[in-house]
Each structure stands twice: as C-alpha cells, then as structure tokens.
C-alpha cells in the first residue's frame, strides 16, 4: 500500500490536531495515528494463533461434546471454514487499508459513520464484559493450588494491575507476553496430540484397552444425539472463535503488515485444523464421548482416563494462561477502539492522549477501571444481572464479524468498478464466500434464540443498541457541522 492511498482514504475528521500530534509522523510510527509499529512478524504469529485458542477449547468444549458427540468434530470444521472466509474478508481490507481500530474505521467508511460508531463501541463493550470475566476467572483458577487461603478479589486485583502496568508500557511488551501467552496453550495441545497419538499406537498408560479410533463412530454412531444436536453447538463452537479477528486491531502497530498479516490470517486453516480438529480426534479416540460432562475440561478428563495424576494441575495452569491472555487482549484493543472514536469525533477527545511510548493512555485506563468494577460487582453480587451483562458479550463479539464481511462486500464492489484500489490480498471466491459466512452466523443467531441457555444475549442486544441510538443523536445534534457524522463519498 503507499503512502498515497492513506492519504486518500486515512483522513480522519478529528485528525491529528485531536491526538495532539503534527501532521508529520515519526519514523516507525502508524501513519495519521500516532502508534509506534512494535509488534513482529513472531509476536503477530502468535496473537493471529492465541486468539483462535481460549477457554472455549479448554473448558466450553466439555459441554459441546456431550451434545454432539464425536460430530463435533465436524461442527468445528464447517465453522472453521467460516471463520477463514471471515479473515480472508478482513485481510482483504487491512491490505486495503491497515489502521487500528479496523473495524469501526472499515463500517464508518463502507456503511455510515453510525455503523462505525455502534461497531467501536460494541468492540469496546465485548472485551470490557470480556476482560471482567476472565479476570474474575483467572482468579477462581488461582484457588486450585491457594484454595481460597488467599481472596479472590485480591488475585483480581493484583492480575488487572500488571496487565494494565503491561500495555502502557509499550506495545512491544503486549506482543511479547501475548506471545508467551499462546506459547503456553499451543505446547498443551499439541503435548496432549502426541500423548493420545502414543497410546492409539504404542498403547501405554490406563486407556490403552479402550483407546481406539473406533471410539469416533462405535457408539450410537458419529452423530449420537443426530443431527439437530450438533446444530445447536454451533453457537458454542463459534464463541470458541471469538477474538480470532484482534490481529485486525493490531494492523496499525505492526512493523511490516503487508507480509505479517496476510501471512499470520492465512495460518488459520492449519491452526484450526490442528488445535481443534485435531485435538477433538485425538481425544475422543482416546475417551469414548459419553464420558466426558458439561462444566468439566475434556483436558483433565482425558488425563484422568489415562491415569495421570498432574494433568489437572497442567490444564488449570493452561486455562488460567488463556484467561490471562484474553484478558491482556482486552486491555490492548479497548484502549485503541476508543481512540479510534474519539479520533472521528464520535467519542471524548480525551481519549486521543498517548503515552510517549505510543500507548493509549486514557482509553486504557478507562477501560481496565471498569474492569476492576466488573470484579468488585461479581464479587459482592454476582446476581442474574451480572450473567446478562456477561451474556451479552457472545453476540457483540460477532457484530464485529457481521461488519467485516458486509465491508468487504462493499469494497469489493467498489473496488472491482475502480473507484477504490484493488486490495492486494483479495479474498478467494468473494463476495459469495462473505454471503455464505454472514448466512452461516444467521444460522448460529437463530441456534441462540432457541436455546433457553444462551437466549438471554438476544434480549440484551436491544437495550445495547438502543442506548447507542439515542446517544450517537445527541451527539449529532450537538454537533450538526462535524465531519464524524457525515458519511464519506
């Protein structure tokens, strides 16, 4: 991409006189937006990978199996396949145009500067909601080895602090621990493949008698609970992609996004395919399904079958590893979703101040505040209430993949009648394979309607999107000449 090409299509109405920065930018710094270019071509690998692994593999797919069955298996490839149309859609517009906050800037650009503002504040909601539970998480899992000796408060407290000490340092710091923080859960999975390829082959340890790849169809057959049973995991194993798309919020920090971020969006389909796939095969070879309980890891129950004692500890160690991760990747993109807003206009100006190393100072703070207040509410009142906020996390999470492939549409239209320049990482079989993936995500949202348990995100997203109606009219009215509420020609 050149220089020219965001100088076209990067002016932003709050400009660099709203970041408090000259018109000029440092060497290494993300043109228009005033971020340092820290992370790497190793640490973006590892932030595309990490996001596509979580606490929904670790602990959420004990629940989907006991639904499904070994046919889980293929509810995660069908919807794997829809996650890499999604990427491939965002690769195509980060090649377009790379900038952070991706998501909001793409709809502001391609549908209306309202759309913008509800997808920067709806991203900035998901991992506000995000980072409260799994920091609250991360200090439950403490208590497998302090048992409770220690509050749960105080390990909340003490993991939001270094976490939000992390991402004002530099961005560079982020991409390293987030790193290591994926090093960890990809070194389990794959140790667990190896270990079950072991006793399918060699036959050691207890499950060596029944270990077979038998197990996947010999018991009441691959979709034991038939076919509506794995349609209705379909919600469970798309929420266990969620955040896949946060290396579109690292595309204006990155050092060299034309090579790492095609590179880094085009490893999905191996990553799922292994840290999924193959990792659900290798398992449910090894412990028939029927085995394995809603709420209990498939992990700590696989190494119970096999009769190793410390694979407890090793997978909480792993969970407690990605509710860190996930939440030092909330800490991250909510900082940069709100300066992203408040850039346009479409949020307080304040939030524009940067650290000197490049950080959002006040957007970060801001929103690991909340999170503290997050953990003092579950805390003292863990009420219905508290699980609707938390419900709600799950839908808003996919309005940011909804608007990725409804912009890339649009710019494939445009850009195929010349009046934008054509990406140079175009995504295969587009605009049907976007059709396809926002038809499939309709299919999910129905699947939710349905079932009583994850009903509840549905009646919260009416109430978000009215508070965010009414507050982007007062804004407009407020402001009827600002160049954030126009939408661009």
């Known amino acids: ?35 340092q270019r820290g992370l790497g071509a190793r640490q973006i690998q590892m932030i595309a990978i990490g996001g596509a692994i ?8 004990g629940k989907a ?29 980060l090649m377009y145009r790379p900038v952070s906050g991706s998501f909001s800037e793409y709809a502001r650009e391609f549908i209306g500067p309202f759309w913008g503002y509800v997808t920067g504040w709806t991203y ?21 080895w302090t048992h409770k000796s220690i509050p749960q408060w105080a390990y909340a407290l003490i993991f939001t602090l270094i976490l939000y000490a992390v991402n004002l340092i530099s961005v560079k ?25 072991g006793i399918l082959t060699v036959g050691f340890s207890d499950a060596a008698d029944t270990a077979t790849v038998a197990n996947l169809w010999n ?146 703070s801001v929103s690991a505040g909340l999170m503290l207040v ?8 863990p009420g219905k209430a508290f699980d609707y906020v938390v419900s709600f996390a799950t839908i808003s999470g996919m309005w940011a993949w909804i608007m990725i492939l409804v912009c890339q549409i649009r710019y494939r239209a445009k850009s195929d009648r010349g009046e934008l320049p054509q990406s140079t990482f175009r995504a295969p079989g587009a605009p049907w394979t976007s059709w396809f993936a926002l038809l499939f995500i309709a299919m999910v949202i129905v699947m939710m309607g349905i079932d009583k348990d994850s009903r509840v995100s549905l009646y919260c997203a009416p109430l978000w999107a009215l508070i965010l109606g009414v507050s982007y009219l007062v804004l407009k009215a407020k402001n009827p000449e600002n160049k954030a509420f126009a939408k661009r020609v």
Request: aromatic letters at 12%; charged letters at 10%; glycine letters at 12%.
């Open 1 to 35: 991409m050149t220089s020219a090409q965001v100088d076209q299509h990067g002016d932003r109405p709050a400009g660099n006189e709203a970041a408090g920065t000259d018109s000029v930018n440092e060497p290494g710094e993300a043109a228009g937006e005033g971020y």
């Open 54 to 61: 979580g606490t929904g593999l670790f602990l959420g797919a």
């Open 65 to 93: 199996i006991s639904k499904a069955g070994p046919s889980l298996i293929l509810a995660y490839a069908i919807a794997g396949l829809v996650i890499f149309f999604i990427m491939r859609a965002l690769g195509e517009l």
């Open 124 to 144: 900035w909601l998901f991992w506000v909601v995000t980072g409260i539970t799994e920091v609250t998480a991360a200090a439950q899992y403490m208590s497998f």
């Open 173 to 197: 710091l982020f991409g390293e621990l987030e790193f290591w923080f994926s090093m960890v859960k990809v070194t389990a999975i794959v140790g667990m493949i190896l270990i079950c390829a």
């Open 219 to 364: 018991d009441h057959g691959f979709f034991p609970k038939g076919i509506g049973g794995t349609l209705m995991t379909l919600q469970i194993v798309m929420f266990a992609f969620l955040a896949v798309e946060l290396v579109g919020v690292t595309a204006g920090e990155s050092k060299d996004p034309e090579k790492t971020l095609p590179k880094a969006i085009n490893t999905v389909p191996w990553r799922i395919a292994v840290f999924y796939i193959g990792a659900l095969i290798m398992i449910l070879s090894v412990v028939p399904w029927h085995e394995f309980q809603p709420g209990v890891s498939p992990f700590v129950a696989a190494f119970q079958k096999m009769g190793l004692g410390v694979g407890a500890g090793i997978v909480n160690f792993v969970v407690l590893t990605a509710a860190l991760s996930s939440c030092n990747s909330g800490m991250y993109s909510t900082g940069r979703m709100l300066r992203d807003l408040a850039l346009n206009g479409q949020g307080p100006k304040v939030f524009t101040k940067l650290t000197r190393s490049g950080t959002p100072l006040v957007g970060t």
């Open 374 to 381: 997050g953990v003092w509410i579950n805390y003292v009142a």
